[in-house]
């Protein structure tokens, strides 16, 4: 039987972070398991390799989903010229940039103080057009695997804004987490 690989992405907000998309950003990229042709928005695309399930584990293409993202894929190589890794990177800036409509993540810095927890500071804008209200960063937060070892979140101060409006933001994560290597970021609001 047939399975179809949704990717509703959301987010990767590598800001980072896993990073928002918006409405207005948002992609969806379907894959069918055994089929070479994927859809993205609707649309279809043929893949150099179709997606397949082994011993209970999903494998999707990895460059295609990744460039669809709006990353680049680069590979290196061994000296017998077979694959050494693969790099996949993201601007901070191209999934940052300031869109009409939304409630924008302008800037944010994580640190650790002296008690061992972990701090992310930061700034929103009201870019909506409208008052909006309720206005929560939520942060997803990984070690160095890549495993998510803490989620959190904070309302921006003051939590409801005007039209333009920019508004700080504190996230803390106690020490007993774990090492935090990265974290991506996303803005909820009503």
């Known amino acids: 039987m047939k399975k179809a690989v949704g990717i509703l ?25 055994g089929s070479p042709v994927a859809r993205v928005n609707g649309g279809s695309v043929t893949l150099d390799v179709a997606p397949f399930i082994k011993d209970s584990r999903t494998f999707v293409p990895l460059r295609f989903v990744s460039e669809q993202l709006g990353a680049n894929v680069t590979y290196t190589t061994k000296p017998d010229g077979t694959t050494d890794s693969v790099i996949i990177s993201m601007p ?6 300031p869109q009409t409509g939304q409630v924008v993540i302008i800037s944010h810095q994580g640190y650790y103080v002296s008690t ?4 992310v500071v930061g700034e929103v804008e009201n870019q909506t057009g409208h008052d909006v209200q309720f206005v929560e960063v939520i942060g997803t937060f990984y070690d160095a695997d890549g495993k998510v070892i803490a989620t ?7 939590a409801n804004l005007t039209v333009k409006q920019k508004a700080p933001f504190e996230i803390i994560v106690l020490s007993s987490a774990g090492k935090i290597d990265h974290y991506s970021l996303s803005v909820t609001w009503e």
């Not at 907000?13 to 948002?26: D, E, H, N």
């Not at 061992?116 to 701090?119: D, Q």
């Not at 959190?152 to 003051?158: C, G, H, I, Q, R």
């Open 116 to 119: 061992g927890s972990y701090y």
């Open 92 to 97: 901070i800036e191209s999934i940052q940039t």
């Open 152 to 158: 959190d979140s904070a309302y921006t101060e003051p």
């Open 9 to 33: 992405l959301l987010v990767l907000f590598a800001t980072g972070s896993v990073l928002p998309l918006y409405a207005s950003t948002q992609k969806t990229i379907v894959l069918t398991i």
